[in-house]
């Protein structure tokens, strides 16, 4: 993606004209933004493959009101989020009935 795609979607999120914004694992390793302005809700469908990821995109609603950072994950993810919340945690959250999590920082 050429960085002017990547200016023009970001102004038509910051503008509030587009309310789905999709950032890709590979899309934040090449350019790591710092924060996206406007960004409110964010949506994890799937966890970093590198666990320095997720607190640098999960930064990405710092300034923002009221944020909320969503990560759903099934069973098969295990491995993945054992990287990010540790081994007993992770078999806690996956072989648990409850069907959320919360973690405040």
């Given at each position: 993606?050429?960085?002017?795609?990547?200016?023009?979607?970001?102004?038509?999120f910051?503008?509030?004209?587009?309310?789905?914004?999709?950032?890709?694992?590979?899309?934040?390793?090449y350019?790591r933004?710092?924060?996206?302005?406007?960004v409110?809700?964010?949506?994890?469908?799937?966890?970093?493959?590198?666990k320095?990821?997720?607190?640098?995109?999960?930064?990405l609603?710092?300034g923002?009101?009221?944020?909320?950072?969503?990560?759903?994950?099934?069973r098969?993810?295990?491995?993945r989020l054992?990287?990010i919340?540790?081994?007993?945690?992770?078999?806690?959250?996956?072989?648990?009935?409850?069907?959320?999590?919360?973690?405040?920082y």
């Amino acid at each position: 993606m050429a960085k002017k795609d990547i200016f023009s979607a970001r102004r038509l999120f910051t503008e509030g004209k587009r309310k789905i914004m999709l950032c890709t694992e590979r899309a934040h390793f090449y350019h790591r933004f710092k924060n996206i302005r406007g960004v409110k809700n964010l949506i994890m469908y799937s966890h970093p493959e590198r666990k320095e990821f997720y607190p640098e995109i999960a930064n990405l609603l710092d300034g923002s009101e009221n944020p909320l950072c969503t990560a759903l994950f099934s069973r098969l993810d295990r491995s993945r989020l054992e990287r990010i919340v540790g081994t007993t945690w992770a078999n806690r959250m996956v072989f648990s009935t409850k069907p959320v999590f919360v973690f405040c920082y």
